[in-house]
């Protein structure tokens, strides 16, 4: 089992930057891949960010490569998605996002419905 709370969203300006956490618990943390998802109102969710924890491999929605970097420290159960350059269409609910992968998956699991455990949300506003 593992729980998930998310934290870190709020109101930004368009260009500023946001760091979101999600803290993990939960014995087997470390062989989960964790992940960011989104939702706008009226949208589907949507794939954001993904870490492997086998071989730390990152991988990233078109729609923020370049302005995101997701982050995990074990240590603490803790993963971080850091957004630059924000803009009015991150606006979200975001999601953290958790499932065991086996060791030496490097791929991406960017579906929903690959996915077990989900905080509850942290709502991020972009304005212009």
């Known amino acids: 089992q593992v729980q998930l709370v998310e934290s870190g969203g709020g109101l930004v300006q368009a260009g500023g930057s946001l760091r979101l956490s999600c803290a993990a618990s939960?014995?087997?943390?470390?062989?989960?891949?964790t992940s960011w998802f989104r939702q706008a109102p009226g949208k589907e969710r949507e794939f954001v960010a993904t870490f492997n924890w086998s071989d730390s491999s990152t991988y990233y929605a078109n729609s923020v490569k370049g302005r995101a970097t997701i982050s995990r420290d074990n240590a603490k159960k803790t993963v971080y998605l850091q957004m630059n350059v924000m803009k009015p269409e991150d606006t979200a609910v975001y999601y953290c996002?958790?499932?065991?992968?086996?060791?030496?998956?490097?791929?991406?699991?960017?579906?929903?419905?690959?996915?077990?455990?989900w905080g509850q949300g942290t709502q991020v506003t972009v304005s212009s």
């Open positions: 996002a958790a499932r065991f992968s086996p060791p030496g998956y490097s791929g991406r699991y960017s579906q929903p419905h690959d996915y077990l455990y």
């Open positions: 939960g014995r087997t943390f470390s062989s989960y891949t």
